[in-house]
Nanobody, 123 residues
Framework: QVQLVESGGGLVQAGGSLRLSCAAS????????MGWFRQAPGKEREFVAA????????YYADSVKGRFTISRDNAKNTVYLQMNSLRPEDTAVYYC????????????????WGQGTQVTVSS
C-alpha cells in the first residue's frame, strides 16, 4: 500500500521560505513520478510542480516558476519542494502525489496522494 506523508508546512511571512518534504513508502520510489499540488480555501486544486523518475525532468506552474524548486532523493524515498519568496497567494494545503506512468500537471493521472500540509503566508 502506497503511503505519502507530507511535512514542513507552517506559518511564514511574505518573502520567507519553507521546504516541504514528502516521504513515500510501499512503492518503488525511484520508478515513480512525483508531483506537488495545492488547494486554497474555496478554490480548486492546482498543480505546483512535478519531477519525473528518469531523467529527473522538472515541471512548474507559471505562478511558482523561479521561486519553487522540486527535487528528489531516491535513497531516502523523499521528494522536496523548496519554496522561496513566498507570497500570501501561496497560502494553501500542499499535497504530494505519485504516479508510475505520468509526470505532469493533470492531478487526475496521479494514483496516490498524501494527506497534505498547511502552508500559510502572512502579509
Amino acid at each position: 500500500q502506497v503511503q505519502l506523508v507530507e511535512s514542513g508546512g507552517g506559518l511564514v511571512q511574505a518573502g520567507g521560505s519553507l521546504r516541504l518534504s514528502c516521504a513515500a513508502s510501499g512503492l518503488t520510489f525511484s520508478a515513480y513520478n512525483m508531483g506537488w499540488f495545492r488547494q486554497a480555501p474555496g478554490k480548486e486544486r492546482e498543480f505546483v510542480a512535478a519531477i519525473s523518475w528518469n531523467p529527473n525532468r522538472t515541471y512548474y506552474a507559471d505562478s511558482v516558476k523561479g521561486r519553487f524548486t522540486i527535487s528528489r532523493d531516491n535513497a531516502k524515498n523523499t521528494v522536496y519542494l523548496q519554496m522561496n519568496s513566498l507570497r500570501p497567494e501561496d497560502t494553501a494545503v500542499y499535497y504530494c502525489a505519485a504516479s508510475p506512468g505520468y509526470s505532469g500537471s493533470d492531478g487526475g493521472r496521479y494514483s496516490s496522494w498524501g494527506q497534505g500540509t498547511q502552508v500559510t503566508v502572512s502579509s
